[in-house]
């Protein structure tokens, strides 16, 4: 314990918030307890309410972190080299990487965030994941103007509608595949690969100016 004492808050936080994140993935957020990350931790439950207020703000920590890594893979896709519609298919294997390593928190992502940080009652990651959405946000936004300008897709598509309209639909159906996988594979005889290579080039000719 006098060992743990001498080290940084930091590295306390890191370790509780990686066996949370780990239990979370086993048991689910709502039958994880303080109890049960304080046992598997080898913290006091005393202990963990030192460095955590509470599980939302761990839940708040984790999140956080998640989608700064999302917003290191997108940003890494649309600088890439190459062609528009190359970027964009790095694109969308940013988000099935996003998907695949954080599926608990990449659902929470599509859900209602706090947008309202007027008064007191937030957490600090809430905002700042808040922050790191918006520049997720800008990130496609100024990468689907660059198709316009360039004349890959067309004209006449609203940018804020396009760039929520291709966050949903593209995270929509990578969740698809995830949760249906054996059906896809058994209705329309498509493994996961094929099926989302196959939807991704859909909803691309949805907005390019290729016919």
Known sequence: MARRKKQPQSVHRKNISQIAEKLFMEKGIENTSMNDIANESGYSKASLYV???????LIAVLVLESMEKLYEYLSKAVNMQGDF???YLEICQALFQYHSEYPLYSRMALMNINI?????DFLPEEKDTFRVGEKINELLWRFFREGIESGVLKRDINMAQTTFAMWGMLTG?????????EYINRMIHMQQKEFLDRSFKLLYKA???EE
């Open 51 to 57: 460095y955590f207020k509470d599980k939302e703000e």
């Open 207 to 209: 907005i390019s100016m």
């Open 116 to 120: 309202d940080f007027e008064g007191t």
């Open 85 to 87: 519609y190359y970027r």
């Open 173 to 181: 159906v990578i969740q698809l595949s995830f949760n249906k996988e």
